[in-house]
């Protein structure tokens, strides 16, 4: 059963950084970490969880329009960690963020797709 372990959550002031991690665990020996799609998603009070980014393999990877040019994702196969670097954050990116996975490809940014949950870590971005 893959598990995953969101940390690096906090507060910051507008034009700040933070960056998340995912720490991902129980990866099958036929499966290993590089075959899955990873993802950052985000629920802000009152709206519904949206797609961050994702990534697959050695750096296959998609934003939302959002985040684009701002955020910037990667994964660290041999550590089986997710990152995701957030600069310039702004009030609207406050929101509890999600690490995902799935097996296969990252064919959409759907969490539908997305079948492996972390339990979240807070940021909150203040003007």
């Known amino acids: 059963q893959v598990q995953l372990v969101e940390s690096g959550g906090g507060s910051v002031q507008a034009g700040g950084s933070l960056r998340l991690s995912c720490a991902a665990s129980?990866?099958?020996?036929?499966?290993?970490?590089?075959?899955?799609?990873m993802g950052w998603f985000r629920r802000a009070p009152g709206k519904e969880r949206e797609g961050v980014a994702n990534i697959y393999g050695a750096g296959s990877t998609t934003y939302a329009a959002s985040v684009k040019g701002r955020f910037t994702i990667s994964r660290d196969n041999a550590k089986n960690t997710l990152y995701l670097q957030m600069n310039s954050l702004k009030p609207e990116d406050t929101a509890m963020y999600y690490c995902a996975a799935h097996y296969g490809y990252c064919w959409r940014n759907d969490e539908a797709d997305f079948g492996y949950w972390g339990q979240g870590t807070q940021v909150t971005v203040s003007s």
């Open positions: 129980g990866f099958p020996d036929t499966s290993p970490s590089d075959t899955y799609c």
